[in-house]
């Protein structure tokens, strides 16, 4: 296995592992700040968008990749 391909596999899984932590941290902060319903949401939704601006990046890495010829 070459160090390439350990990247392409290591990187997506660790990070799937970090990310669901981080949505486990942001549950348990606005838990343990009694924060409500709206508190809840604006966490999620303030934090939450890190991890989608990184998800989408990984979208659109794809789409470009298909779209070039090789």
Do not use: H
């Not at 606005?30 to 939450?48: C, E, Q, R, T, Y």
């Amino acid at each position: 296995m070459t160090e390439k391909e350990f990247v392409d596999i290591a990187l997506p899984v660790g990070l799937t592992f970090t990310i669901g932590y981080m949505v486990f941290i942001m549950y348990k902060l606005g838990k343990d700040s009694k924060a409500g319903k709206f508190g809840m949401a604006i966490i999620f939704l303030a934090l939450g968008l890190g991890i989608f601006g990184f998800i989408l990046k990984f979208f659109i890495k794809l789409y470009l990749q298909a779209d070039m010829p090789e």
